[in-house]
């Protein structure tokens, strides 16, 4: 009972304490009565759409994302210096581009997807495209002499971990 | 302060939402609010018709704001009188859509209208004038969606022309009311006749241009030659209805440059001499010898009466530019008439559309009912013909009696006249074709199915015809209202006093000027 | 009887026939009958005053201000006319109930004639000219219907459009006359004009009235050179060609002429003029009449000749002339009409009215032949008839009337004129009555005498002819009565006596002359006609009909290839007066003073203006791709936004930027209908015109804002008031907000309508669209180009649904700050749209709409209704619409917080901007739906945590 | 404490500069093309680039007042790339 | 600064004013809408540039940009907004319906009357 | 006030660092040989470029302002979004051939971009 209240109340309970977050940073005022204020809309908000986003995951450890961000931030960070170093430097001919194919294992639509959003927003990578299947992802690298490599980093680096965080 | 004043922009309004949230898949339920709506305007027009005859000038300050910094509505008699003609014609033109089932070909023609009629009344009654522009906004999308009402692949071809012509007009507005307010800093229209006023004669560039442009406006929804290329085939391709209703929308130009060319760019004004006397009175001339000479040329009998139109409106924008008392008396007067008969003629178009097989002005097999429609047609002809004892003739003798003065008194005889003779002959070929060749003609084998238009829709063509004849018998009372009309309008102190001196929310009375 | 009842009483019968049309034949003709009988007996009440000389005048105010009112007065002309209109109009009615057939509309037929009576009876007894114009137009209009009563006639039909223009022509002229001899005066009414001969006469104006008041009295009376109309108006019936055309409608110019006798006539120019119209209108009408095989056009030529002898009898300005000419337009009204119904009852008896088929009908129709034979005499100008009395007369004013050339040629001209008058007439009884007998079979009909009372009207007409023949001392005084009600104060009525036999003066030989004449024409008849065929010479109609025919040529000309559709055209021309225009403005004014400083330029408002003036060119240049051109004008609406943030209008970007996306979208929906290319179509010419005028536009427009942004205004803008008393009176420090909701709250509620009905219009037009003939179109589309088959990639799905609860939280946000910081209902409708419509690009039009909970419909209806509702609760506080107001309050956990209407009426602002978006575009985008792909239910293309590939499900159509 | 303003009025111009530059650079691009993809991302560029003009207009004219208005940008500016790149794709961008 | 506006305002007329000279539906909505926003910075432009002084009161701040313009400008934009949406459904209607966008309408004098 | 100063020179320097990485992401805009290798250079290093000027404007409120950290939300959405929109402009070069073709698929799949589908919409395998 108690169960399906909390349910029916935060159909996602991240989203919520999300929108709550969002709000505060929007107001730029931390204070008691906004942080009241953006609790309660970010109740109302997802309940009111619930409809919007249905079959979501129900396990997702917030815990291991943490250091999975700060991961890809860091790699962002250094990846950017690389891709501008080629940028600068490299001329045209001596670009090696190439396409990967990055089997998956994951199957969540959302896992895949952060894991699609991580290779683009590292610098040097791409997701361009994802099989009619969703087995597959096809990254395009902007110089990757060895592509397999870059398949596996890929998998090592990000999959790996995110098939920590959504179980 | 009385609420009366802003009713007609808010009862439309309101109720057209309603009919949108609450109606709208029950033509039945439309149809009574939207007559009632209709008759309860007429009923609330009438009684501010009767407030303002003896001269008073109600101001309604929206929001409670004193003008200019906030929008005024203003009642005087010339936007009553306006009021009150557009919420008769409505009536008419309501009955006549629900009497030939053309408020039920197509979605949402109640809510429209009473936008459309939200719009015009908006456009009368506003004494400030970026609201003016939105009024004509309001009535001018609203006139979009009845000019297509239905479909049809001519109409929305005459559809695309009319918008895109319009919103040319509209930008132009823009542009006329920024350089209006760069020079002025206002946009009460009051305010704006104070402060042209106060314009040196050493730096008058700013305020011709936007005069100009302006003026150049208000010839578009008039109609004035060389701008009036948007209403041949919009007029002639909306339903007959809406065509009878677009009547009064180029009596809205007419109406806001009378407005505008004696409140705040009267005659006398320095500043702006020499803009509009130079060029309105001769193109005024062009629009209604073009308009009669297009009722002679037309080949089908909705453009014929669309050029009529276009005619008569030159014949309300000679007056107009005589810029006289007499002339603004007489442009009132036709306004009037010229409303009510376009209307009518727009109306009996349609009844012919509906028995004939088409509106070409040749040969074909009998009109049935020909001979109601007939006895109609040739009312709403002399009516429009100008030719006695409609006031299509009054309304012209009292033209050219104003134009007795003026420099240019002969040609402006001239051209009337022989106009009217153009568009007697026009008028009178169309109407014999039309009518009495259909019984030369052998009865077509595959006739059109015809429908028969209910009752109703003869009613309201009658009832418009009704009205030109009371416009026409009772033409000495209606005059000498029109003759205080213009007196008033020629007299703007009182007007500018009101609106300027009465005090709002946080202001007090010279606040304006102190400056 | 009152005037007005005289003139009132036409009219109102002329109800009466139409509506009794049921009752039958007699009945119709019965009271109509009785209604001219009414108004007759109360002419004839008149009588005594009219005798006494007296002048009967009524009247009341109708356009004061115009001058235009409805007095009547009745004198002795004014009492002739009407005793003619309405005495011959009884006869007429009576003719006429026996004339028309069984299929004729006769009620119809009445209603006509009355309002001509009406309006005839109106002319003459009219003391306002403009009143008198009014009656003058009905007598045109009246008699176009009753000349085109058989609309099955094509001749009827042009005659009486004919009719109608010459007569209008006339008509409008005579406005013009009449108005400048209103001038003159001051004053309209005729019995004040009347006695200013000396300054009318005066005035340079004279000659344009009196010509313009010419032309519509002889268009009216068909005087040269505007005869021609009369002949075709035969068409009409008979009774009406009776009654109209040659006893009074026709009579109408000759009365006019007469009336204005007193202030016109006298004049070189007056005299010039009608007579010289005057003697070829009467030796014209003579000569062709005489060659007319069509007994009514004889007989409408010989009236349009004897007008012209009455004409000519007025132009002379002399008191006998005015004299001969009242008299001898009753002798012609007897004897014309007359003449007219026995043409009638030949054609209705013989069914023809072909002379040259016709003769020897005295023998089967000898009633006919006696009534006819003496009116024809009598217009022969034979003695002991009338004609020749009033005939005599006017040879005697000729004998002495010098024009041009010679003395002697006036009179021999009316000599030679009277010789063919003679003739025709002879010519009518010889070649119609005379000759052998005839079997009746030879006839188109078999004719015999009409009953009587077909017979009886002329009778009574011919009856008068002799006896006004044999004793005219019966009529002298009344013909004096009329005269000198015609000469009014400017000359007396002569002394002469009207007698038959005068002794041996010039005027008798003339005579002798003319009748001799008249038989020895009349016995070479047939060389004669054969010379008359083949002499060429103009047919009138077919001039009239060429000009006519010139003038719609010429008017289609004008009219078709400017409205030939061509919007560039019109644009063009709108683009070209505007600048015209506003140059012109610009020229003639004073430039004043440069007041402000130019401000300084960094370079990334110069990089901005580059991007803006690259991505604005590269538009007009690379328009043809249509996709780039959408691109290129999100570039542009993108540096604009950027532009306003640079001139501290944070609210405007916003609003632009949203608005902009939306737009794409929406050009994005429409061009997936439209083809992707514009063709290049105008020629090089073409385009180098349009890039001037565009030109032209552009450097004005520059100039112009130029001028204004280094000028002040001319005082301190209105918007200081707003600055000062925003926070205090509407309780807002975003001054622009607070302009939107609040000081300007009007235009925003007039602005919001204004996207309620473009929804409601595209919805409109949608479901016309999806219900009509354009619907087996969308049915049956085929894409133009390849398409990918991915249609909801799971990538955007799943971040989408991330962002969209946020996009609607900072929705919230921006309409809750909107007061107070840049924002506001507009921008959040907006934002929360355009979060709505990423759903549905991702997740497809099927899957989001079934979980949209509200019809767009309704939340604009509802958005309009808040905001209006919040106007008018302010009528509950007393005050005006959209009177705002706001307090403070604090509720424990919350900072204080503002509550104000305005928030309200934002509220509604915000549902009805995206109720207005959000069912425009799902319009548009219905129109797809139907087209070639079936909705998924699946929000996404693949889902492999299900396993399953969704597209290879079948899934069922999406209703739509 | 001079050194610093200077350094940062400085290092604002430079900003300033490289945001104009990459502006045009991006045009360039967009007219060049040559596909419609290089032209969809050009602009997706100018729209991110816009960003970061308006964040350096509000540091230099020391407001937060704009802030929305970026906001507004990063959010929902890539919906009509999103369009764009949907009509090539597939034509109808709703579907 | 003023020159860089007055130069926007008039090249974006001419586009516009060109565009609307063409013969297609399509460019001409592109053509309106270029003068749509040539308009609306020449609406903007009557309150004078202002720079870095967004109306919104602040304390201690009294120079402020003209906010009438601005707000005029906004009922502009979302006005011309609804229109655009409005030409452009009603242009595709009649695309649709005919298979042409050609904005000239020939049909306009093609019946053939009594002479 | 020191810490003003340093703030002041973070200031300076995350705007140089913006400067510089939108700058390259420009130059790789134009320079870089195809359409599938421009698209890395804006989109990442733009998103870096943006990224140092929000914490400069962060840092900047906080060394002369009463601070804020509400720019963060746009690098939020900034990173969110920029996938999406990597994601289309490539199916758009795979869609329109004008990249080199991305290799087969293994066991019998296809790329979604490439999936073709009938009219009805239904897949043509
Ligand atoms: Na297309
Ligand atoms: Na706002």
């Known amino acids: 009972m108690m169960r399906s209240v909390f349910n029916w109340l935060f159909p996602h309970p991240l989203m919520t304490l999300l929108l709550a977050v969002v709000w505060l940073i929007l107001q730029n005022d931390f204070s008691y009565g906004m942080a009241v204020f953006g609790l309660i809309l970010g109740i109302i908000i997802p309940r009111a759409f619930a409809a919007w986003w249905p079959d979501r995951p129900r396990s997702f450890r917030m815990g291991r994302m943490i250091p999975y961000v700060l991961l890809v931030l860091w790699d962002i960070m250094v990846a950017n210096v690389q891709v501008a170093w080629i940028v600068l430097t490299r001329r045209n001919r001596n670009l090696r581009p190439a396409w990967v194919v990055v089997p998956l294992d994951l199957r969540q639509p959302e896992a895949i997807t952060v894991l699609a959003g991580t290779i683009t927003l590292t610098p040097g990578t791409v997701s361009a495209d994802i099989s009619n299947t969703g087995h597959y992802l096809l990254v395009h690298a902007l110089d990757a002499p060895d592509p397999d490599a870059v398949r596996d980093d890929i998998k090592s680096r990000y999959e790996a971990r995110l098939k920590e965080i959504f179980v | ?193 104070v402060r042209a006023d106060m314009i040196g004669a050493d730096a008058t560039v700013g305020i011709r241009v936007a005069a100009v442009l ?68 001769p193109a005024a001339l062009l629009t209604v010898a073009l308009g009669m000479i297009g009722v002679l040329a037309a080949k089908k009998l909705d453009r014929l009466v669309a050029f009529a139109v276009i005619g008569s409106m030159g014949m309300v924008m000679v007056a107009i530019s005589l810029m006289t008392p007499e002339g603004i008396a007489a442009a009132l007067y036709y306004i009037v008439h010229s ?177 | ?127 306002n000219i403009l009143l008198l114009l009014i009656f003058w137009e009905l007598t045109s209009l009246s008699s176009f219907l009753l000349i085109g009563y058989w609309k099955h006639l094509e001749a009827g039909r042009q005659g009486a459009r004919m009719a109608l223009t010459v007569t209008g022509m006339g008509g409008l002229a005579m406005i013009g006359g009449m108005l400048i001899l209103g001038n003159i005066v001051g004053s309209y009414d005729l019995s004040v004009i009347l006695q200013h001969r000396d300054l009318i006469q005066a005035d340079p104006m004279y000659v344009p009235a009196l010509l313009l008041i010419l032309t519509g009295a002889f268009t009216k009376s068909a005087q040269f050179p505007f005869h021609f109309w009369l002949p075709h108006a035969m068409a009409a019936p008979t ?54 095989h069509d007994l009514k056009a004889l007989l409408a030529f010989s009236t349009v000749s004897h007008l012209g002898l009455i004409t000519m009898l007025l132009g002379t300005g002399t008191a006998f002339g005015a004299f001969a000419a009242m008299f001898h337009i009753l002798n012609h009204a007897t004897f014309k009409a007359a003449l007219f119904m026995s043409a009638g009852i030949i054609d209705h008896e013989t069914k023809t009215r072909d002379i040259r088929i016709l003769g020897g009908l005295r023998h089967l129709m000898p009633i006919t032949f006696v009534i006819a034979t003496l009116a024809a005499l009598s217009m022969a100008g034979i003695p002991f008839l009338n004609g020749f009395l009033s005939k005599e007369m006017m040879l005697e004013e000729m004998e002495h009337t010098y024009l041009f050339g010679p003395e002697w040629l006036v009179p021999a001209l009316a000599t030679f004129g009277s010789l063919f008058s003679a003739a025709y007439c002879f010519r009518l009884i010889g070649h119609t009555f005379l000759g052998k007998k005839r079997d009746p079979e030879s006839y188109p009909a ?194 604009v936004s950027i532009a306003f943030i640079f001139l501290s209008a944070p609210d405007l970007a916003m609003t632009q930027i949203t608005v902009e996306v939306v737009t794409i979208i929406l050009l994005l929906l429409a061009l997936n209908f439209l083809p992707n290319q514009t063709p290049i179509e105008s020629s090089f010419l073409r385009r180098g015109r349009d890039v001037v005028v565009a030109g032209a536009a552009g450097l004005s427009t520059m100039a112009l804002t130029y001028h204004y942004l280094l000028r002040d205004a001319v005082a301190a803008p209105i918007s200081e008031f707003h600055l000062a008393n925003s926070y205090k009176g509407g309780g807002g420090t975003n001054v622009v907000n607070v302009i939107l909701v609040d000081f300007r709250g009007f235009d925003t509620f007039g602005e919001i309508i204004v996207l309620g009905i473009a929804a409601l219009l595209i919805y409109a037009l949608t479901e016309a669209l999806l219900n009509g003939p354009v619907r087996a179109r969308l049915l049956n589309r085929k894409p133009d180009k390849p398409l990918s088959g991915t249609q909801h990639p799971m ?145 996404m293309d693949v889902d492999p945590s299900k396993s399953i590939i969704t597209d290879l499900e079948p899934s069922a159509q999406e209703g739509v | 404490m001079m050194l610093a303003s200077e350094f940062l009025s400085w290092a604002m111009t430079l900003a300033f500069a490289a945001v104009a530059i990459s502006q045009l650079l991006a045009l360039v691009r967009l007219v060049i093309g040559p596909n419609t993809g290089d032209r969809i991302l050009a602009l997706d560029t100018m729209v991110v680039n816009a960003i970061g003009l308006i964040v350096l207009v509000g540091m230099s004219q020391g407001t937060r007042l704009y802030f929305e208005a970026a906001l507004i940008i990063a959010m929902l500016g890539f919906v009509s790339t999103v369009a764009y790149a949907r009509f090539v794709l597939r034509g109808d961008i709703i579907e | 600064m003023e020159v860089l506006v007055a130069s926007a305002v008039g090249i974006l007329t001419a586009a516009g004013m060109y565009l609307v000279m063409r013969l297609r539906t399509f460019p001409v909505i592109m053509g309106i809408s270029l003068l749509t926003y040539a308009v609306n910075v020449f609406l903007f432009a009557s309150g004078r540039l202002t720079i870095g002084s967004a109306p919104i009161l602040r304390d201690g701040v009294d120079v402020y940009a003209d906010p009438v313009p601005q707000a005029l400008v906004l009922t502009a934009i979302v006005i011309s907004f609804g229109m655009t949406a409005v030409v452009v459904m009603i242009s595709l209607g009649a695309y649709l319906g005919t298979n042409n966008d050609s904005v000239d309408d020939p049909t306009e004098t093609d019946q053939e009357g009594e002479a | 006030m020191t810490m003003q100063v340093i703030g002041t020179y973070a200031v300076a320097l995350f705007l140089l660092i913006g400067a510089f990485f939108m700058l390259v992401g420009a130059i790789g805009l134009v320079k870089l040989p195809d359409p599938m290798t421009r698209l890395h250079a804006p989109t990442k290093v733009g998103t870096m470029g943006i990224g140092a000027l929000l914490l400069a404007s962060v840092t900047n409120s906080w060394v002369f302002h009463d601070g804020s950290v509400h720019e963060l939300l746009i690098m939020a959405f900034l990173f969110v979004t920029a996938p999406i929109s990597a994601n289309f402009m490539s199916k758009v070069n795979i869609h329109r051939r004008t990249c080199e073709t991305p290799p087969e698929v293994p066991e019998a799949e296809v790329w979604s971009t490439l999936v073709e589908r009938d009219e009805n919409g239904d897949l043509i395998q």
């Open chain 2, 1 to 193: 302060m009385t609420h009366w004043i802003i009713a007609p922009v808010v009862l439309p309004a309101m109720l057209a939402p309603f009919i949108v949230l609450a109606a709208r898949y029950h033509i039945g339920i439309q149809r009574v609010f939207s007559l009632a709506g209709v008759v309860a305007l007429i009923a609330i027009a009438a009684s501010l018709f009767v407030t303002v005859s003896d001269g008073t000038i109600l101001l309604y300050q929206l929001g409670d704001w004193a003008a200019p910094f906030g929008i005024v509505l203003v009642g005087d008699r010339l936007s009553v009188l306006m009021v009150l003609l557009t919420a008769v014609l409505a009536l008419f033109v309501l009955l006549y859509a629900i009497g030939s089932g053309w408020d039920d070909r197509g979605w949402h023609f109640h809510a429209l209208f009473q936008f459309q009629l939200m719009g015009i009344m908006g456009a009368f009654l506003t004494g400030d004038l970026f609201n003016l522009f939105v009024f004509f906004e309001v009535m001018l999308i609203a006139s979009y969606g009845l000019m297509i009402h239905a479909g049809g692949n001519d109409r929305l071809r005459a559809g695309v022309q009319y918008v895109l012509y319009n919103l040319l007009a509209s930008t132009l507005f823009l542009f006329a009311l920024g350089s209006l307010y760069a020079e002025t800093g206002t946009l009460n229209m009051a305010d704006l006749a």
């Open chain 2, 214 to 281: 302006l003026l150049l406006v208000f010839a578009v929804k008039a109609a004035l030659v060389p701008l009036h290329f948007w209403l041949p085939s919009s007029y002639a391709e909306a339903p007959g209805p809406v065509a009878a209703l677009f009547a009064i929308m180029t009596k809205v130009g007419a109406y806001a440059m009378i407005r505008v060319y004696t409140l705040i760019f009267p005659p006398d004004l320095e500043t702006t001499a020499g803009l509009y006397d130079v060029w309105l009175l």
């Open chain 2, 339 to 515: 409303t009510l008969a376009g209307a009518a003629l727009f109306l009996i178009v349609d009844l012919v559309k509906s028995n004939r097989a088409s509106l070409n002005l040749t040969a074909l097999p009998p009109v049935a009912g020909a001979a109601l429609t007939s006895a109609l047609f040739f009312a709403a002809a002399i009516a429009m013909t100008g030719l006695p004892p409609l006031s299509g003739f009054l309304g012209k003798l009292l033209i050219l009696d104003a134009a007795r003065d003026h420099t240019m008194n002969v040609t402006i005889w001239a051209v009337i006249l022989c106009s009217s003779l153009i568009a007697i002959v026009g008028f009178s070929r169309a109407g014999s074709v039309v009518f009495w060749k259909a019984k030369g003609v052998t009865m077509d084998e595959q006739a059109e199915p015809t429908s028969s238009a209910n009752p109703l829709a003869y009613v309201a063509v009658g009832g418009l015809l009704a009205l030109l004849v009371a416009h026409s018998v009772l033409g000495g009372y209606a005059q000498s209202f029109m003759t205080a009309t213009a007196a008033q309008l020629f007299e703007p102190e009182p007007y500018i006093s009101i609106v300027l001196e009465t005090e709002g929310k946080l202001s007090t009375p010279d606040a304006s000027e102190d400056h």
């Open chain 3, 1 to 127: 009887m009152s005037l007005f009842l005289i003139v009132a009483l036409p009219f109102l019968g002329a109800l009466l026939p139409g509506v009794m049309n049921s009752a039958g034949r007699q009945a119709v003709g019965g009271v109509t009958f009785t209604v001219t009988l009414a108004a007759f007996i109360g002419l004839l009440t008149n009588l005594p005053a009219v005798l006494a000389g007296e002048l009967v005048q009524t009247g009341f105010n109708w356009f004061p201000e115009l001058g235009l009112n409805v007095t009547l007065m009745l004198d002795g002309l004014g009492f002739f006319f009407a005793l003619l209109i309405l005495g011959i109009g009884l006869l007429i009615i009576a003719y006429a109930r026996f004339y028309l057939a069984r299929e004729d509309n006769m009620g119809e037929f009445f209603t006509y004639l009355l309002l001509f009576q009406g309006a005839m009876v109106g002319i003459v007894l009219s003391d």
């Open chain 3, 239 to 292: 009774p009406v060609s009776a009654y109209l055309h040659s006893a009074t409608m026709v009579k109408a110019g000759i009365f006019l002429m007469a009336r204005t006798w007193p202030v016109l006539s006298g004049s070189p120019e007056w005299f010039y003029i009608v007579t010289t119209a005057g003697l070829i209108t009467m030796i014209l009408g003579a000569v062709i009449a005489l060659f007319k």
């Open chain 3, 446 to 639: 078999k004719p015999h005498d009409p009953g009587a009372g077909l017979w009886l009207p002329p009778a009574i007409l011919v009856v008068l002819v002799v006896v006004i023949g044999v004793a005219p001392f019966l009529v002298e005084d009344f013909v004096k009565i009329v005269t000198a009600a015609v000469l009014g104060s400017t000359a007396e009525v002569p002394e002469a006596h009207i007698k038959i036999w005068h002794g041996f003066v010039t005027p008798l030989y003339m005579s002798i002359v003319a009748v001799v004449g008249g038989l020895i024409v009349l016995a070479m008849f047939k060389p004669l006609s054969r010379l008359w065929e083949a002499t060429p010479r103009p047919e009138a109609k077919a001039i009239f009909d060429e000009i006519i025919g010139a003038f719609v040529m010429y008017a289609k000309m004008i009219i078709h290839p400017l409205h030939n559709g061509a919007f560039t055209r019109y644009s063009m021309i709108f683009g070209v007066a505007v600048v015209a225009a506003g140059y012109h403005a610009w020229a003639t004014g004073v430039l004043g003073e440069v007041t402000r400083a130019v401000q300084p330029v960094g370079w990334v408002e110069i990089a901005c203006w580059i991007m803006l003036v690259a991505a604005t060119i590269g538009l007009a240049a690379m328009h043809h791709n249509r996709l780039l051109a959408l691109i290129l004008i999100g570039i542009v609406g993108l540096m």
């Open chain 3, 795 to 939: 990538m955007m799905v799943i971040l989408t649904r991330v962002i969209f609860p946020v996009v609607l939280l900072v929705g919230f946000y921006v309409f809750l700050r909107g007061h107070n910081e840049p924002g506001g209902g507009f921008i959040a409708g907006l934002i929360v749209s355009i979060g709505i419509i990423m759903q549905y690009m991702a997740s497809g039009f099927g899957w989001a709409q079934d979980r949209v909970r509200w019809p767009y419909h309704g939340v604009i209806g509802a958005g309009v209704l808040v905001a209006g509702l919040t106007g008018i609760g302010a009528w509950f506080f007393g005050k005006p619409f959209l009177t705002s107001d706001f307090t403070y309050v604090r509720i424990p956990p919350f900072e204080k917080f503002e509550l104000a209407t305005a928030a309200l009426f934002d509220l509604g602002v915000f549902l009805a901007v995206s109720g207005a978006v959000m069912l425009s575009l799902e319009s548009f985008s219905r129109l797809a739906r139907r087209a070639h792909v079936k909705d998924s239910d699946e929000p």
